[in-house]
């Protein structure tokens, strides 16, 4: 038998053969200093939600029966009626303007796509303060109305009352309806045009391809997105108040602050924690585990129909309606009494309220993105079940409402500073009093919690696109994950990282559940500045601010648009 002599492989080869072992290496990599972090990070956002079951379990006075018969019932209507009808309202218009602005050409098709996304701009207890200044009995409209027609009282006509159940859906379908939009809007553009034209040649109508074709692809992201517009609607505690709806959310703040029954709150904020997973399972229901793809590379244009003569135009008016009640009358509103009301502003604590505003999102914003990142990377780095689930569920706290959020928040701080104060007192014989509670630290330990969603949602998108080639040519070369990270993936994600960050200033900038509960004494923001001129009737005075928080909004809203307008893979936006 005879021997044939082995050769080395090219250096080439050996190189590539390298970098093959260190990848299929990645796939067993534990790094436990990456998980450890990644579990710290979940404890830390997990940690409010554990203590409104442990107080609301060990409550010193049983308030379940009270809540069962007096407050829950009337609460859990309110806010599932409030949250249906938004949602249902929602939508049909959001779903509706992204089939017509996404399939037909009309009279100012390209600049209402634009401007559908505006409402989320506007937070929904800004637009609550808006319309009940306009419809309120002393508003213009009304006052108009009486001039017009001679009324002299109230008794004389019927209106609808803007400080109502109705009132309030409207109002929050006003405003919320874009994220069912840009569900839609994205579920459209990447749909296959193929499909539809099958369904053509089958006999279906356009509208008969909608239903049949087009809706169902669309399932996933429009459950996405009304479950969206059904969280919000449990967050808000602002609109709902102004507007006389009794929500779970009101009902904490006034069982905790007027009632000084934080045992008592807790327990509400265990039902609205049920109402939450119950609609994430829903969510998760009406997805259905659809899962729809791409069987070819190749992406055709999307072939617009033309609507012409009055057709267009009345495709241009419902697609003008919904942007005409979500901006452009609580805009106008605000710019007229930001403008008339602007000495009065500046002059009652204005200023002092952007600043601390300004310093509470930047903060936020430093602390989500810096853990988004860490959140984002540890699963790359630490390819364990533990590490992916710690990451996906460090998520939760965007779902919490901000009034069950800011009890969770309190009660951990109320708990190390009591232990600090005693042992201080113990050691030096002196009271360190409230250190974390109630101070700055609590707000945006709150924010960050309530955001971190939406930096990671970023960052780990972005990453996903970085090829694991580059980690394992890193660690060809020595480096280990953390090196990795900040010479390699860091300067990649820079554009990412600003986004996210961006994202995340603009909603703490418009949080204000868990901004009211939680401030420091006499410490106002933008949002509780407007809200608190509001309590009192004062909306002119708060309209500069409120103003302020809107313009903030708009630059993220233009460039999410146009990231997914432009979004159709394999080819240009439509």
């Known amino acids: 038998m005879s021997l044939t002599p082995q050769t080395s492989p090219p250096a080439e080869q050996r190189g590539f053969g390298l970098v093959h072992r260190l990848r299929l290496g990645r796939g067993v990599s534990h790094a436990p200093g990456w998980s450890l972090a990644a579990g710290l990070v979940l404890a830390v956002i997990g940690l409010p939600v554990l203590a409104v079951l442990y107080l609301a379990a060990t409550a010193t006075e049983n308030d379940w029966p009270h809540l069962v018969r007096s407050v829950l019932p009337v609460a859990l ?154 969280m919000e609607t449990m967050n808000d505690l602002g609109a709902v108040q102004h507007l006389g709806v009794e929500t779970l959310s009101a009902s904490i703040y006034a069982t905790w602050l007027q009632r000084s029954n934080l045992g008592g709150a807790a327990q509400i904020a265990t039902v609205a924690l049920g109402l939450i997973v119950l609609l994430l399972a829903a969510e998760r229901m009406a997805r259905g585990g659809a899962k729809v793809h791409h069987t070819t590379g190749r992406y055709r244009a999307i072939p617009f129909q033309d609507i012409e003569g009055w057709r267009g135009y009345a495709a241009a008016l419902i697609c003008a309606l919904p942007f005409v009640a979500g901006f452009v009358v609580p805009f106008l509103l605000l710019l007229q009494f930001a403008v008339s009301h602007a000495s009065s502003a500046l002059e009652g604590g204005f200023l002092k309220a952007a600043w601390n505003s300004l310093v509470l999102a930047a903060l936020a914003a430093g602390f989500a993105v810096a853990l988004g990142l860490l959140l984002s990377y540890a699963p790359r780095a630490a390819r364990t079940a533990f590490t992916r689930a710690a990451a996906h569920f460090s998520g939760f706290g965007y779902a919490l409402p901000g009034a069950v959020l800011a009890i969770g928040v309190l009660i951990p701080l109320a708990a190390l500073d009591n232990s600090v104060d005693a042992l201080a007192r113990e050691l030096f014989g002196v009271s360190t009093g409230l250190i974390l509670s109630g101070s700055v630290a609590a707000v945006v330990y709150a924010y960050v919690i309530r955001f971190l969603a939406v930096a990671r949602g970023g960052i780990e998108a972005e990453l996903e696109r970085i090829s694991p080639n580059l980690d394992a040519a890193a660690r060809a070369l020595g480096a280990s994950a953390a090196s990795a990270l900040w010479r390699v993936h860091l300067p990649l994600l820079v554009p990412a990282l600003g986004a996210a960050g961006l994202l995340v200033f603009v909603d703490a900038l418009k949080e204000l559940p868990a901004t009211l509960l939680l401030r420091p004494f006499d410490f106002e923001t933008l949002a509780t500045h407007v809200y608190a001129l509001a309590a009192v009737e004062q909306v002119e005075s708060g309209a500069l601010g409120a103003l302020t928080i809107v313009l903030a909004g708009l630059v993220p809203l233009i460039v999410l648009h146009n990231a997914i307008a432009g979004g159709r893979a394999g080819g240009s936006g439509s």
């Open 77 to 230: 209507k309110e806010t599932l009626l409030l949250g249906i009808g938004a949602s249902a309202v929602a939508l049909v218009a959001g779903t509706g303007a992204a089939w017509l602005v996404t399939m037909y050409r009309f009279p100012g098709r390209s600049l209402l796509d634009r401007l559908l996304v505006l409402p989320l701009a506007i937070p929904t207890y800004i637009a609550a303060y808006c319309y009940a200044e306009l419809l309120d009995y002393a508003g213009p409209v009304q006052s108009s109305l009486r001039a017009l027609f001679g009324w002299q009282t109230a008794g004389d006509y019927w209106f609808p009352s803007i400080r109502s159940l109705g009132g309030a859906t409207f109002v929050m379908a006003a405003v919320l309806y874009p994220y069912v939009y840009l569900a839609a809007r994205a579920s459209f553009v990447q749909q296959s045009v193929c499909a539809l034209e099958v369904a053509r040649t089958l006999g279906r109508t356009s509208m008969g391809a909608f239903w049949s074709v087009a809706l169902p692809l669309a399932r996933p992201a429009l459950a996405a997105g009304v479950a969206l517009v059904a």
